[in-house]
């Protein structure tokens, strides 16, 4: 092939990819790894990384799930597999010894010196890998939602957010727990689409995957119940889409979303392996005060189908969320507190997000309400209606004000809401795509001048 065949092919290529909005998320993708890939090579390891990855590594190679059991295994264990190829030096403990996180993570990085940063850097591409997926489900979220230049939106919106380029450049949970939870959503929009037992273990599988990550998506199933149950109600009223079929009865759609917290519960305890599954509260000693008050019911003999250091783990999160733990003395606007503010996470979503988003915020909810045909319940319901639980709970329920890390799990839903922007009559205009091309390009902005200290990002 001479060089004028290979720069014709080149620049085709080029011209294609600037004029087909299929390659459109694929470049953002690229672009969005390639910056959390180089912004965090000269980054050292930060304090919940020191913990997570050591014990990470430690619960895939012992299967020992007493090591950092405050928080589940599966985000801690999928950068744990670059030890397959990066060989680092794991510290052996006595079974009879208590592990304590900490102490591990100084062993660890005491044994590896010279190649500790190496052995980070790669657990860290697993995240960022982890994260590009999660990008890509919320375009298809979108797109499925609002056509494809919704996905794009969306995934802008996703890519170009300061906060979640920190935290997917790190071997932390946050990051993770976010797509596993966007994907446990996701797969539950569609069970609501479609109520039939193949989308119901799907949802199942996902939710498990979502609960194995972070235990605050424990939140999700009391609400995933309510919306099942509001929109088994509202669908038993309708007639049937497709002639000759009946919708499922309001007893049946119940049953399927027990079959998807069933597979829910199946995949938790595989996520541990089995490992100390139906156990008694009576034979546990608890300090939060849900488990024992639990423990002080009938209930504390009957046998736990879940495994015991994932309700141990449950149990540690429960009584740090209770206050009065001196490691989590929260900060705001020059004041401390053993307690925290109501107020915390909206001051936190104000500041830590480019100031242009409220303004996608306005203009998608309008949409959302006036343009017709108006999205389904179920999707204002699992877009809108989840996010503002989560908010509700972290201001109102728990006394951990220590960064706005906790709410990362919401952010993609809220992303693929805001897709919903590009419904606007005036938005399909020249001047209106003018407009949110302006937008966008403003909100990427924090993004480029702050590389690459995201973590540190305030607007």
Known sequence: MNHTKAFGIILSWLR??????????????????????????????????????????????????????????????????????????VPTLPSDEPPNTWSFGYRFMYDNFTRYI??????????????????????????????????????????????????????????????????AVFFFWKFL????????????????????SKFTALILIPVMLAIALITAAQRAKLPSDE????????????????????????????????????????DQVFSSEIIKGLAAT???????????????????????????????????????????????YLVGLLVKNPEVIWVFVAFSLFAWITVNPRPPLRSWLCLWGIPCVFLAYFSFVTNTPIGIRFLIPIFPLLFVALGG?????????????????AMLCSYCLPAIAIFPDYLSYFN
């Open 16 to 89: 294609r990819a600037f004029t087909d909005i299929r390659i459109i998320p694929f470049a953002i993708l690229i672009l969005f790894f390639t910056v959390c890939v180089l912004s965090q090579r000269d980054k050292s390891v930060t304090v919940d990384e020191f913990a997570h990855f050591p014990a990470g590594i430690f619960n895939l190679m012992t299967r020992d799930w007493r090591m950092n059991n405050e928080s589940p295994p599966l985000v801690k264990c999928l950068p744990g597999v670059t030890a397959l190829f990066t060989a680092p030096i």
């Open 118 to 183: 190496d052995i980070f850097s790669w657990g860290r591409i697993v995240i960022i890998l982890l994260s590009s997926i999660g990008g890509w489900l919320v375009y298809v979220f979108a797109a499925q939602l609002f056509g494809r230049w919704g996905g794009i939106v969306s995934l802008v919106l996703y890519a170009a957010n300061p906060n979640i380029i920190a935290h997917a450049r790190l071997v932390t949970i946050d990051a993770g727990a976010a797509v596993f939870f966007l994907a």
């Open 193 to 212: 689409e479609r109520m039939t037992i193949a989308s119901a273990l799907l949802a199942g599988l996902a939710l498990g995957a979502a609960e194995l």
């Open 243 to 282: 002639p000759g079929k009946r919708r499922p009865t309001f007893a049946a759609s119940l049953c399927l979303f027990c079959l998807v917290m069933a597979t829910c519960v199946v995949a938790i305890n595989a996520g541990y392996l089995f490992s100390g599954t139906f156990f008694t509260l009576a």
């Open 298 to 344: 009938p209930l504390r003999h009957i046998p736990i189908p879940l495994p015991i250091e994932y309700v141990r783990g449950f149990d540690v999160q429960m009584a740090i969320a209770q206050g009065n733990n001196p490691f989590y003395m929260g900060y705001l606007m020059g004041e401390h507190s053993m307690t925290g503010w109501w107020y915390y």
């Open 421 to 437: 922007i590009v419904r606007l009559p005036m938005i399909k205009t020249v001047w209106g795509k003018v407009l949110v091309g």
